[in-house]
């Protein structure tokens, strides 16, 4: 990913009542391709292949500004 832009993104999970959030930086080119963030972790094809995002217990997911 050098050399790429990149976005933080944080995402807010829910386990067991309790709350904890994880921050990942995604390409910004990658956000572009997408109406919603959502759709980004769930469909695009860096994000498939170097995480994964647990969609059952994610309940926030937004870009973190610099």
Do not use: K, N, S, W
């Not at 807010?12 to 390409?27: K, L, R, S």
């Not at 959502?38 to 695009?44: A, G, H, P, S």
């Amino acid at each position: 990913m050098t050399g790429t832009a990149t976005q933080t993104v944080r995402l807010v999970f829910v386990d067991g009542g309790a709350y904890h959030h994880e921050d990942v930086a995604i390409p910004v080119e990658a956000l572009g391709r997408y109406e919603r963030l959502v759709d980004c972790l769930q469909e695009d094809p860096f994000v498939l292949t170097r995480m994964h995002v647990d969609m059952d217990r994610l309940c926030a997911a937004y870009v973190v500004d610099a």
